[in-house]
């Protein structure tokens, strides 16, 4: 089992940044791919972005290409999304989620066993 608890959300005027943190509990962190995710009022949820368990890989949805940054600590069982240039479209509640050990990196909601709680961030033009 892992858990997964965000924190860094918060309300920034368009332009600003944000860095989300999110730390896992359990054994099986350092061999488990990690994603974010996030959800507007309305809407389904979105592949932010992804890192693979080594932190060699990473993809992002085009929306937050060259915006955005994962990166993770296996050390301290943490994973990161540094946010630039936030965009009032960029609002939403943003997830942590975690796939099971030992797989690639996945785009997919589907592809992850397990979620945070969520961390709203606004963004106001």
């Known amino acids: 089992q892992v858990q997964l608890v965000e924190s860094g959300g918060g309300l920034v005027q368009a332009g600003g940044s944000l860095r989300l943190s999110c730390a896992a509990s359990?054994?099986?962190?350092?061999?488990?791919?990690m994603g974010w995710f996030r959800q507007a009022p309305g809407k389904e949820r979105d592949f932010v972005a992804a890192i693979s368990w080594g932190g060699s890989i990473t993809n992002y949805a085009d929306s937050v290409k060259g915006r955005f940054t994962i990166s993770r600590d296996n050390a301290k069982n943490m994973v990161f999304l540094q946010m630039n240039n936030l965009k009032s479209e960029d609002t939403a509640v943003y997830y942590c989620?975690?796939?099971?050990?030992?797989?690639?990196?996945?785009?997919?909601?589907?592809?992850?066993?397990?979620w945070g709680q969520g961390t709203q961030v606004t963004v106001s033009s």
């Open positions: 989620a975690a796939r099971l050990p030992l797989t690639g990196t996945s785009t997919i909601v589907g592809g992850y066993a397990y």
């Open positions: 359990g054994r099986t962190f350092s061999t488990s791919a």
